[in-house]
């Protein structure tokens, strides 16, 4: 499988790539805790069936020391113990954010509430950032058919 489009190869789309993952980097350097961030942008990509995005965030994750079981989890983090009650808010804020057509009347308060109770006001800007961001990664990669499997940790650093 190939991608529809060469991103990377085209000089007008390469600017326009850029600039976007420029976003990205700014919530790596964000205050939200890199477990979150990872955490954050697998559940995404996992709603959203982003094949690339999931293969990069677990590979990450699991390289930057993430357990196997906290990563199998995370699709069912409800019902899974091992995750911290800030790391759930987080959880049940990116579904609400990236499910907004599902919920008919956007992110409930009092999901915004539990995560405001764990996260400061730079953090939670960086943690809606985060998901906005990954979204928007989402499609573009879907739309565009990215393959997933090789992807190598860090890869785009």
Request: proline share 4%; net charge negative.
């Amino acid at each position: 499988m190939s991608a529809r489009l060469d991103v990377f190869a085209l000089p007008s789309a390469g600017k326009l790539i850029k600039q976007f993952t420029s976003l990205g980097r700014l919530v790596v350097d964000s205050p939200l805790p890199a477990a979150t961030r990872e955490l954050v942008s697998l559940r995404v990509s996992q709603i959203n069936g982003c094949a690339v995005c999931i293969d990069m965030h677990t590979k990450d994750a699991a390289a930057a020391g993430e357990s196997s079981v906290r990563l199998h989890l995370v699709a069912g983090w409800r019902e899974a113990t091992v995750f911290t009650e800030a790391e759930r808010a987080a959880l049940e804020l990116a579904e609400q954010g990236t499910r907004i057509a599902d919920g008919a009347g956007g992110v409930p308060d009092d999901v915004w509430e539990r995560a405001v109770k764990h996260y400061d006001e730079d953090q939670l800007v960086a943690l809606v950032t985060l998901i906005a961001f990954m979204n928007a990664a989402n499609r573009l990669n879907v739309i565009l058919q990215q393959p997933a499997g090789d992807y190598r940790p860090g890869q785009f650093e």
